[in-house]
Nanobody
Framework: QSRLVESGGGTVQPGGSLRLSCEVSGTTMISYSIAWFRQVPGKEREGVSCISGGGRDMTNYADSVKGRFTISRDNAKNTVYLQMNSLKPEDTAVYYC????????????????????WGQGTQVTVSA
């Protein structure tokens, strides 16, 4: 079992930055891919970014955030970060982190069915 807790959300103006954190407890996360998803009311939860485990640290990004968001992990702190720059109003959503159900085999996926453990979410609002 894993417990994931997100933090760092808030309200920011367009063009601003936020850094989200996802702290994983209950199991060491080093072997697992961790992903960030986001969801707005009435829409499907969509994958934003993921980082593979097993020491590979390969990253994957949705096209909508490439070049603006950066995912990283600190296995010593059991924490994954999502640095979000050049934020746009369309980035407004509840952001969730999630842990893969099995140890990493290679590049991580942004398919939500791959992830078995989820945090409670943190709200990000981009507004002038």
């Amino acid at each position: 079992q894993s417990r994931l807790v997100e933090s760092g959300g808030g309200t920011v103006q367009p063009g601003g930055s936020l850094r989200l954190s996802c702290e994983v407890s209950g199991t060491t996360m080093i072997s697992y891919s961790i992903a960030w998803f986001r969801q707005v009311p009435g829409k499907e939860r969509e994958g934003v970014s993921c980082i593979s485990g097993g020491g590979r640290d390969m990253t994957n990004y949705a096209d909508s955030v490439k070049g603006r968001f950066t995912i990283s992990r600190d296995n010593a702190k059991n924490t994954v970060y999502l640095q979000m720059n050049s934020l746009k109003p369309e980035d407004t959503a509840v952001y969730y982190c999630a842990r893969d159900w099995r140890p990493s085999l290679g590049l991580c996926t942004l398919a939500k069915g791959q992830y078995a453990f989820w945090g409670q979410g943190t709200q990000v609002t981009v507004s002038a």
